[in-house]
């Protein structure tokens, strides 16, 4: 069973009371002395009892809703979808209201410690990041301990928990959030769906613990699990449940005939991957360097990068970036910047489809030292792709990168070539770069 931080659950006001209790006891029952303790006694009692009274009276106190929308249920609503809509602060509002209507709304609290969850996963300061994700953890036990009786309430406090530590990930986290994920199983029979305004169906458990395998490279735990998601009827969480499931799935493919290395693993699980991450595959995985030095004459032996861009001085794949910039990697070149005046290589720029057909095909002439494969197909008077022009200055790469696999179209023959390139996308189209590789 899952344990949180709010010991016995006991709110505030009642262990108030118990503590007035225990302090009459002893004035009332204690022994008197004097004259002056027994006046003592009676301005404690006094006092002590006031005090109870305005402690309730306060702690019953709630904020007059405006209006019908103005309840927790919506507002909690609206927050959790502001979440998916990228803004978290306008949705700790929204929970910040429907807890100032009701304190002990569940879903709303656990809706905040989401948004410390999420300010914890994006702040770059280690000390800042540590305080959000502990109010994180706070508000959570707190939702927990509010959510004790209604079991729909509870249902929906611990899938979002398994949010919450999914974005905290801190040591142990896949651990928490399998327990939280368990847990609810248990409870699934007695959830009335129409109690949950956010999750709608008892499928998104399987789908946010899903995610969470995912992001902890549990890649087939994370099939496994969605595929109960795709099994039910489809409903809310069908589609997103679809597309995790295909990333999972391309993830194991590559890892059939490959051990990913942990950096790898991490780079393979993003959403986005940037110039940086790609540099650091196509060396880490593919040895660009020993791959291109035996294939590539250079007078001199010890071959260097022109420069040092700027914006890689200190980056973690430094040693990476200036290997590939020591081979001129199509797509991969540095870029011209006004402002600064300055080359810089842009490491945390996103990586676009096109790009990598860049990347991809100067690798394979590099390889092969075909040189007419840079124009094989270029003159071509129709595209054989709907989104990409037979003029474009990037057609003939995708036709060579789709011909020989490295990537994929839509079913509907798109490329889509100015979206970005996700993890699993990338590490599939490297170990089938890798396949190729070993042929020569």
Not at 64 to 70: G, H, N
Not at 99 to 119: C, S
Not at 363 to 371: A, C, H, M, N, R
Request: aromatic content about 10%; proline content about 3%; hydrophobic content about 40%.
């Amino acid at each position: 069973m899952i344990k949180t931080g709010a010991g016995l659950g006991l709110s505030f006001s009642f262990r108030l009371f118990i503590s007035m209790v225990y302090l009459y006891g002893r004035l009332l029952f204690g022994t008197i002395r004097s004259k002056e303790e027994r006046r003592m006694k009676r301005y404690l009692i006094f006092f002590t009892g006031l005090l109870l009274i305005l402690s309730l009276a306060g702690c019953g106190k709630k904020v007059k809703p405006q209006s019908i929308e103005d309840n927790p249920a919506h507002h909690y609503l609206m927050g959790m979808e502001l979440i998916d809509q990228g803004m978290p602060d306008k949705a700790f509002v929204r929970f910040e209201r429907a807890v100032a209507l009701d304190d002990e709304y569940a879903p709303a609290i656990a809706g905040k410690a989401l948004v410390y969850a999420l300010r914890a996963e994006a702040e770059s300061d280690k000390k800042y990041s540590a305080s959000d994700a502990e109010r994180a953890v706070d508000q959570f036990d707190k939702a927990v301990s509010e959510a004790r009786r209604d079991k729909s309430q509870k249902f929906s406090v611990y899938v979002t928990g398994i949010r919450v530590y999914s974005h905290i990930a801190s040591r142990g986290w896949l651990q928490r959030a399998e327990d939280l994920y368990h847990d609810a199983r248990l409870m699934v029979k007695y959830v009335i769906e129409e109690d949950l305004p956010y999750y709608r169906q008892t499928e998104a458990l399987h789908y946010f613990m899903g995610k969470a395998y995912f992001k902890g490279g549990e890649f087939r735990k994370s099939e496994d699990i969605l595929g109960i998601v795709l099994k039910a009827s489809p409903g809310k969480w069908h589609d997103k449940a679809n597309a995790l499931y295909s990333r999972a799935q391309k993830i194991l493919r590559a890892m059939s005939n490959y051990t990913l290395t942990d950096v790898a693993k991490k780079i393979a699980v993003k959403d986005r991957v940037d110039r940086a991450d790609v540099a650091a595959l196509l060396v880490d995985e593919l040895h660009l360097d020993r791959l291109f030095a035996g294939r590539i004459p250079v007078p001199d032996q010890k071959k260097k990068a022109d420069f040092t861009p700027a914006d890689v001085v200190h980056h973690m794949f430094e040693p990476e970036i200036m290997t590939v910039l020591k081979w001129n990697v199509r797509g991969l070149e540095p870029g011209y910047d006004e402002q600064t005046r300055a080359y810089l290589f842009y490491p945390d720029k996103p990586m676009t489809r096109k790009e990598l057909s860049f990347v991809l095909e100067d690798v394979l002439i590099k390889l092969t030292g075909d040189e007419a494969m840079s124009t094989r197909h270029m003159g071509q008077s129709r595209s054989l792709y709907p989104d990409v022009k037979a003029t474009d200055a990037w057609y003939n790469a995708i036709v060579t990168v789709v011909n020989r696999n490295l990537m994929e179209t839509g079913l509907s023959g798109a490329f889509r070539p100015d979206d970005n390139m996700d993890g699993a996308d990338l590490i599939l189209s490297l170990m089938r770069l890798r396949n190729i590789m070993n042929i020569y």
